[in-house]
């Protein structure tokens, strides 16, 4: 029987990335959901492409008898284009990720199927019907009644172009968070904290052809004796890695002690806002702005990078919101900085309150990226947000700046992953005062 054809998209994101004549590199971690299906789809009955828009052009006119797309909010658009396009050759179309999950009604007027939530059990469900030629125009998971995730392959790394990336090899050891902050999608794709077994995230370790991983789960140590046992399992193995937790690993000096051992080098944290009352505001109390000082003390005597995390335009914002920022990621000497701007995803509960509000400014789901502003603040114009944050980039990532939070570093993995961030961020600065897609968008 000939096999039949599966190509694999993710429409551009439009990361950092490096471009360099027709060789395009981005400068974050390889993601995980096209490799991810693509493990789960049966050798002996299909041939399966992966295509990262992020960094290769989509083949448009690919022979393909099935294409999947993978959407989030910010790429949907592209995602219901390329869907009409093959749609139009008369190949069927599904369309999964986080935003068909919560905007299942919106993405089944631009596919033949629609996948909602987790693809472990529905996506090979979807291929066998494919085959059987019954197909449905909805797969909906069931999740896992405990928190325990199991029958999630291996990736297919083989599959994906390695130099595209800086960090090729991605590891998943858990899904969700046990924190419902008001702007997060993650509550509203997944309802729990969920924990793959240890040896399946060993064995993907093992199975990574490099020894520098990133983790993109969405905090690692929710669970704090999963994370202990975790990273014990790791030390054996030598490697080094990066992931994303909130502030609350440095609470524990064991944890700390076992994620330096296992290899960790650098740590995504989201310190969001210096002001208490904002913090409290958005379900994000846990974390104490008296406390940052602390908490980067402890990161760095451990020798683990931070790029510390901050948004603009929450209500308590007004025009002395971007000094104070700039100032204090200076004070803490945060390594690598990183700015957004409040975005109320939909079918957040941040979404629900500004629509009830009146104040969405746009549904062009397009400039739902975090770098756009889409609704009206309330101590600021909309100009006067997207401006500001600008000139915080700006301030942040000027030589001076940079200097004076990296170069008291001793040499080593961290210093290099520090001169490597704020590269990629003051190459960034640069795009957001130039490229069009950062032009602030018509407001009715």
């Given at each position: 029987?000939?096999?039949?054809?599966?190509?694999?998209?993710?429409?551009?994101?439009?990361?950092?990335?490096?471009?360099?004549?027709?060789?395009?590199?981005?400068?974050?971690?390889?993601?995980?959901?096209?490799?991810?299906?693509?493990?789960?789809?049966?050798?002996?009955?299909?041939?399966?492409?992966?295509?990262?828009?992020?960094?290769?052009?989509?083949?448009?006119?690919?022979?393909?008898?099935?294409?999947?797309?993978?959407?989030?909010?910010?790429?949907?658009?592209?995602?219901?284009?390329?869907?009409?396009?093959?749609?139009?050759?008369?190949?069927?179309?599904?369309?999964?990720?986080?935003?068909?999950?919560?905007?299942?009604?919106?993405?089944?007027?631009?596919?033949?199927?629609?996948?909602?939530?987790?693809?472990?059990?529905?996506?090979?469900?979807?291929?066998?019907?494919?085959?059987?030629?019954?197909?449905?125009?909805?797969?909906?998971?069931?999740?896992?009644?405990?928190?325990?995730?199991?029958?999630?392959?291996?990736?297919?790394?083989?599959?994906?172009?390695?130099?595209?990336?800086?960090?090729?090899?991605?590891?998943?050891?858990?899904?969700g968070c046990k924190h419902d902050c008001d702007f997060c999608s993650v509550p509203t794709v997944w309802?729990?904290?969920?924990?793959?077994?240890?040896?399946?995230?060993?064995?993907?370790?093992?199975?990574?052809?490099?020894?520098?991983?990133?983790?993109?789960?969405?905090?690692?140590?929710?669970?704090?004796?999963?994370?202990?046992?975790?990273?014990?399992?790791?030390?054996?193995?030598?490697?080094?890695?990066?992931?994303?937790?909130?502030?609350?690993?440095?609470?524990?000096?064991?944890?700390?002690?076992?994620?330096?051992?296992?290899?960790?080098?650098?740590?995504?944290?989201?310190?969001?806002?210096?002001?208490?009352?904002?913090?409290?505001?958005?379900?994000?109390?846990?974390?104490?702005?008296?406390?940052?000082?602390?908490?980067?003390?402890?990161?760095?005597?451990?020798?683990?990078?931070?790029?510390?995390?901050?948004?603009?335009?929450?209500?308590?914002?007004?025009?002395?919101?971007?000094?104070?920022?700039?100032?204090?990621?200076?004070?803490?000497?945060?390594?690598?900085?990183?700015?957004?701007?409040?975005?109320?995803?939909?079918?957040?509960?941040?979404?629900?309150?500004?629509?009830?509000?009146?104040?969405?400014?746009?549904?062009?789901?397009?400039?739902?990226?975090?770098?756009?502003?889409?609704?009206?603040?309330?101590?600021?114009?909309?100009?006067?947000?997207?401006?500001?944050?600008?000139?915080?980039?700006?301030?942040?990532?000027?030589?001076?700046?940079?200097?004076?939070?990296?170069?008291?570093?001793?040499?080593?993995?961290?210093?290099?992953?520090?001169?490597?961030?704020?590269?990629?961020?003051?190459?960034?600065?640069?795009?957001?005062?130039?490229?069009?897609?950062?032009?602030?968008?018509?407001?009715?």
């Amino acid at each position: 029987m000939q096999k039949k054809m599966v190509l694999l998209i993710s429409p551009d994101a439009h990361m950092h990335k490096f471009v360099i004549g027709s060789f395009v590199k981005s400068s974050r971690e390889a993601p995980l959901t096209l490799t991810t299906l693509a493990a789960m789809v049966p050798e002996d009955r299909f041939d399966v492409r992966i295509v990262d828009g992020s960094i290769d052009t989509i083949p448009l006119d690919y022979p393909a008898d099935l294409v999947g797309i993978s959407t989030l909010t910010g790429t949907c658009l592209q995602a219901y284009e390329l869907a009409e396009h093959y749609r139009n050759r008369g190949i069927p179309v599904v369309l999964g990720g986080v935003h068909a999950t919560i905007m299942p009604e919106e993405a089944k007027q631009h596919a033949d199927s629609v996948l909602i939530g987790m693809a472990e059990e529905s996506w090979p469900q979807l291929l066998q019907d494919f085959l059987d030629g019954d197909l449905k125009p909805v797969y909906e998971a069931i999740e896992p009644e405990g928190d325990t995730l199991l029958n999630v392959p291996t990736p297919r790394l083989d599959l994906m172009r390695r130099s595209g990336y800086m960090l090729p090899d991605t590891i998943q050891a858990t899904r969700g968070c046990k924190h419902d902050c008001d702007f997060c999608s993650v509550p509203t794709v997944w309802s729990k904290y969920y924990k793959r077994p240890i040896a399946d995230v060993i064995r993907d370790i093992k199975n990574a052809p490099g020894t520098y991983l990133a983790f993109n789960d969405v905090s690692i140590i929710e669970d704090v004796d999963y994370a202990k046992e975790l990273f014990t399992a790791m030390i054996p193995l030598k490697v080094k890695w990066g992931g994303l937790s909130t502030t609350l690993i440095t609470k524990d000096q064991e944890l700390m002690e076992l994620a330096a051992k296992s290899g960790c080098i650098y740590m995504l944290l989201g310190f969001e806002s210096a002001s208490q009352m904002t913090l409290k505001s958005i379900a994000k109390g846990f974390n104490k702005k008296d406390d940052y000082h602390k908490v980067m003390q402890c990161m760095h005597d451990y020798g683990i990078s931070v790029q510390g995390c901050f948004v603009f335009g929450f209500d308590e914002d007004d025009q002395s919101a971007f000094q104070q920022t700039v100032d204090w990621v200076n004070e803490l000497k945060v390594d690598i900085p990183r700015y957004s701007i409040y975005t109320p995803y939909p079918c957040t509960r941040l979404f629900k309150r500004l629509e009830g509000e009146g104040r969405i400014l746009t549904y062009n789901w397009g400039n739902y990226d975090t770098m756009h502003v889409v609704y009206q603040p309330t101590q600021l114009t909309p100009h006067e947000l997207f401006d500001g944050f600008k000139w915080a980039y700006k301030q942040t990532f000027s030589a001076g700046s940079i200097g004076r939070r990296i170069f008291f570093q001793k040499l080593g993995a961290r210093s290099v992953v520090n001169l490597a961030g704020n590269v990629t961020y003051r190459i960034f600065v640069h795009r957001l005062y130039k490229d069009e897609r950062f032009v602030l968008p018509m407001m009715p």
